[in-house]
Structures are given as C-alpha cells and as structure tokens.
C-alpha cells in the first residue's frame, strides 16, 4: 500500500495563496501519476488536478483552471499543488492520490487513483 503524506493546508483570505506538498514513500512514485482532488462539507468527492509520470501532461477540473497548477518533484517523491486566487468555493478538505503503478496517462477523474492520502483541511476566509 502506498503512504502519502500531505502537508501545506490552513486558513487563508480570499485571493490568498497556499501551497500544498504530497510525499509519496515509495520507490514507485517516479512510475505513478499522481493527483489532487478534494471533498466539502456535504458535497462528493471532486477531481481538482492530475498529472502525469514525467510531469508533462496536465489535467484540471474546470473550477480550478487557471488558478491552481500541479508539479511534481520526482527525485523528492513530491507532488505539489499550487493554488492562487482562492474563494470561499475552495475551502474542503484536500487528497493527494497516486494511480497505479506503471499505468501511463494523465488522471482527469477521481477513479483515476488508487491510493489516497489522509487529507488536508483547506479553509478561506471571506
């Protein structure tokens, strides 16, 4: 079973930035897209962002294109997203994901992944 670790969440205003890391400890990670996606209070589980292994193929969900980016660090089993501009919509509760191992692509939906980390609060401020 793959363990990720998220880091990054907390409280911040509206049109703040956060950033938030994933550290994945497997020798896999370089042969795994990875993701994002995130839940809010009552709602389902929604697909923020996906990238593939070599980091060149990306893939957002409308409510978030143009304003978060994913990267990943492979020689540091990282992953990250990067969100600006953020509103109120945004606050939930974030999960880094990791597909399966040495299965190309770019993950576009939440089940693209196959391991999830515990999740990061995310909140902001009106």
């Known amino acids: 079973q793959v363990q990720l670790v998220e880091s990054g969440g907390g409280l911040v205003q509206t049109g703040g930035s956060l950033r938030l890391s994933c550290t994945v400890s497997e020798q896999t990670f370089s042969r795994r897209a990875m993701g994002w996606s995130r839940q809010a209070p009552g709602k389902e589980l929604e697909f923020v962002a996906g990238?593939?292994?070599?980091?060149?193929?990306?893939y957002y969900g409308d409510s978030v294109k143009g304003r978060f980016t994913i990267s990943r660090d492979n020689a540091k089993n990282t992953v990250y997203l990067q969100m600006n501009s953020l509103n109120p919509a945004d606050t939930a509760v974030y999960y880094c994901a990791a597909g399966a191992d040495q299965v190309g692509g770019t993950p576009s939906a939440v089940g693209d992944f196959t391991s999830w980390g515990q999740g990061t609060q995310v909140t902001v401020s009106s």
């Open positions: 990238i593939s292994w070599t980091g060149l193929g990306t």
